[in-house]
């Protein structure tokens, strides 16, 4: 099973993350598209990463604003997974703004 990292491990890794906020509990970034296909396009590409993975993030959204919140559940905090998960989200969204 994955270990939980601790909260000097997850500021560590938010910083290199953009956009990216968290605790050992959760990270989250929110993101707004130039349009709900936009939108709708980041999220397909995610799903495919997250299927690739076998770890999915909890999406939300809202017109054309979209949040990504990772956390590995069956360990009960942030992982290394999510960490990975979310340097690979981050690549979506740029590739295509």
Do not use: N, Q
């Not at 993101?31 to 939108?39: G, H, K, N, R, T």
């Amino acid at each position: 099973m994955a270990v939980v990292l601790t909260a000097e491990a997850v500021r560590d890794e938010l910083g290199g993350l953009v956009g990216w906020s968290g605790d050992p509990a959760g990270i989250i970034r929110t993101v707004e598209l130039a349009s709900f296909p936009d939108a709708v396009t980041v999220v397909d590409r995610v799903a495919v990463v997250a299927e690739e993975l076998d770890h999915h993030p909890d999406i939300d959204i809202r017109w054309r604003t979209v949040t990504f919140r990772c956390v590995t559940h069956s360990a009960g905090g942030v992982t290394t997974r999510d960490v990975d998960l979310a340097r690979r989200i981050d690549e979506i969204v740029e590739g295509t703004r």
